[in-house]
């Protein structure tokens, strides 16, 4: 069954530091997405991408943040300088195009990022 | 606008109990709630999802009941197992123009199943 990978699993960083965090979407899918999950807490939207640009992102997806899909597969998310409270889960996800039938939206998403800011 | 509350925060049920989640949203513009399952360490899942132009929609044992004019719907899981302990997610979804969505999610209920 195709799935969504992400690495690394887990990633420990000094605060100010560049985080990359990658992730390799189904193949088919056009939709992709970040989502955040402090520990313990809900998944927050992120972004979203299609097309080759961001379609929508929210509040916490400020300067310091950035997506690309740098080739065919890739998926990135890029930290610039990293906070103690950008510490969380991040998940990537992805979707078919939508929206068709019933359940074409639905977003599968990676196993997830944990990222460390010390 | 953008919330989606749910609850409880915790739940424990024996096994072969009926576990019940609920969840609330204030924006008509969503079209789609579907609900997660999460298990430690792991990304959610779909679980099983409905449109609002649907009451109820049942895969197995698991039931979204959804009431369009009180902007509620709910999850039910029958003879609930220990396997089903996780953390469970509604959301609800919006889908822009060019198809994309964005789900908003539910603050999550932790579910226990006692033997």
């Known amino acids: 069954e195709p799935e969504v990978t992400q690495t690394p699993s887990h990633q420990v960083t000094q605060m100010g530091q560049e985080v990359i965090l990658r992730c390799v979407p189904i193949s088919n899918h056009l939709y992709f997405y970040w989502y955040r999950q402090i520990l313990g807490q809900k998944v927050e939207f992120l972004v979203s991408f299609y097309n080759n640009e961001i379609s929508e992102k929210s509040e916490i997806f400020d300067d310091q943040f950035s997506v690309e899909r740098p080739d065919g597969s890739n998926f990135t998310l890029k930290i610039r300088s990293t906070k103690l409270e950008d510490s969380a889960m991040y998940f990537c996800a992805s979707s078919e195009e939508g929206p068709g039938g019933l359940d074409t939206g639905e977003l599968f998403f990676g196993e997830g990022s944990r990222l460390t800011v010390l | 606008q953008q919330q989606v509350k749910q609850s ?6 024996q096994k ?55 902007k509620q719907f709910s999850l039910h899981i029958m003879d609930s197992q220990p396997g089903d302990s996780a953390t469970y ?27």
């Open chain 2, 16 to 70: 072969g109990g009926i576990s019940i989640i609920n969840c609330a949203y204030e924006n008509t513009a969503f079209d789609y709630f579907p609900w997660y399952q999460q298990f430690p360490g792991k990304g959610p899942a779909l679980l099983i999802a409905i449109r609002p132009d649907v009451s109820e929609k049942k895969e197995g044992r698991f039931t979204i009941s959804f009431n369009k004019s009180a």
């Open chain 2, 89 to 115: 997610f509604c959301a609800a979804c919006r889908t822009y123009s060019g198809g994309y969505q964005k789900v908003t999610f539910g603050t999550g209920t932790k579910l226990q199943v006692i033997p």
């Open chain 2, 8 to 13: 409880p925060q915790s739940l424990i049920v």
